[in-house]
Structures are given as C-alpha cells and as structure tokens.
C-alpha cells in the first residue's frame, strides 16, 4: 500500500475518533463544566506530548541523517516550529472564529455567518494541525512514528469530541446537530494528513521542515487556544490534571509503539 494512502487513511481514522467521542452527547443529558476542562486539558497534554516526541525530535534526527550538523538541525528545526507558529498565527488573526468560553475572535465577524460556522472555523484551528501532524509523520516511511501519531491523536480526539459537542449543546443546538458539527470538524484532519504526507514524500528534504512545522502549529493551538479555554472557568486544576495525564499517556504510547 502506497505510503501517501496509508498516511491519508490513518489521519482519516484519527479524524474520526472525534465523531465516535461525541456519540455519548446523543445520550448523556450533560456534562460538567470540570469534565469539560479536564478533557480539553487531556487533548492539550496529548499534542504537547505529540509535538515533542514524535515531532520535533523526529525532525532533529531526519535534519542530521540528511547531512546538517548539530547546530544546523536545530536551526531547521526553530525555524519550521516558528514557520507552523506563523501560519497557524496568521489564521487565527483573520479568519472570524469563536471560543466557546472566551467568546468571538479574530476580525470581525460579519452578522451573515451564522454562529454555528463560528464555531466550525474554530474547532477547525485545532484539527488541521492535528492531522498534518499525522501525514508529516509518515514521513520517510517512519511507520510506527505516524501510528504513534496518528494513535495518541485518535486517543484526544475522543474527549474533544464530546467536549465540542457538549459545548455545542450548551447552546441549544439538537443532539443530532451537535454530533454532526463534531463530525465534520474532525473530516478536516485526512485532508491535513493527505497535504503533510505528500509534502514530505516528494521531496525528503522537507521532513525536518515539515515536522517542525506541524509541531509549531500544534503547540500555538495548544497554548493560544485549548489551555486558556481550560483556565476560563475557575477549573483549572481538572484542566491541568487533564493535560499531565495526557502528556503521559501520550510518551508511553511513544516510547511502546515507536
């Protein structure tokens, strides 16, 4: 099976563990603002944790089996993690979009968008890092690095699942239209992983790069998005609770599978 189907094909199935993690909001009447916190925090952990080892280190080791040095991969690798902050910053910045704690943000939104595209856009951010993530981590071949991968970010995709939709049901929308908003958004992640993978796949040079890019761009939705949403509400230890356990999880499922 060619490597870009089976990059495309796993950052598929880790998209869709955000429509199977919202499948209980068709049942549980609701869910605590300190569940939500805590599960926004265990899908940051994840990414940090993701970012880290199956990313950036990754990168530094692709950057000098290709020839740099040392002080050059780590160059390369500063300079793609502030190219995926860049990007990801510039989205933020012009795209109409809405926290659901925080409220609007980015330009303003015009009064012909409707709120649920709001929140569409905003889920969104933090998707399609998500599953370039994934691609980029198939890159060269590296197999376990992308199952590692595409595992850990299947893993918090479930509780964001259902913390979207949730969070969605806080505002009057029906269950059925909840569960499919939290679905799609997580359709967003195969196409990420299909741009990432054959990025890399067709010019090598670009793994470090890539890498480095898909961590750059996680780690600004982790920091501008998802732990200011867990700190909102007065519930901050659960989110920070959420996010140690995350981060764990997320290693050992490196160090085991990769």
């Known amino acids: 099976m060619s490597i870009i189907l089976i990059g495309f094909l796993a950052s598929a199935a880790a998209g869709l563990a955000t429509g199977v993690g919202a499948l209980p909001a068709l049942f549980v009447p609701r869910l605590s603002g300190k569940a939500q916190d805590a599960m926004l925090g265990f899908a940051a ?3 940090l944790a993701a970012s880290f080892f199956s990313l950036i280190l990754p990168a530094l080791e692709a950057a000098q089996e290709q020839g740099s040095s040392e002080t050059m991969a ?10 995926g902050c860049a990007a990801i910053w510039g989205v933020n910045e012009n795209l109409p979009h809405e926290h659901f704690i925080m409220g609007p943000d980015g330009k303003a939104a015009s009064a012909s968008l409707r709120r649920i595209w709001l929140f ?9 890092p998500e599953g370039l993530a994934v691609g980029v981590g198939f890159g060269g071949h590296d197999i376990a690095n992308g199952t590692t991968l595409a595992i850990g ?3 918090q995709n479930f509780p964001e699942g259902l913390a979207v939709a949730v969070a969605l049901l806080g505002q009057n929308y029906s269950r059925a239209r909840a569960f499919r908003v939290a679905l799609f958004t997580g359709l967003v992640e195969p196409i990420g992983g299909l741009i990432g993978i054959a990025a890399v796949t067709f010019s090598q040079p670009l793994l470090p790069w890539g890498l ?3 961590a750059g761009a996680m780690i600004f939705v982790i920091s501008h998005e998802i732990i200011p949403e867990t700190h909102r509400r007065g519930f901050e230890n659960h989110g920070t609770l959420g996010l140690i356990i995350g981060l764990v999880v997320m290693m050992f499922l490196d160090v085991v599978l990769g």
């Open 45 to 47: 952990g994840v990414m």
């Open 74 to 83: 780590v160059l390369i690798v500063i300079g793609g993690i502030l190219l």
């Open 120 to 128: 569409v856009i905003a889920i969104t951010l933090h998707n399609f």
């Open 153 to 155: 970010i299947g893993l």
């Open 212 to 214: 480095a890019f898909a």
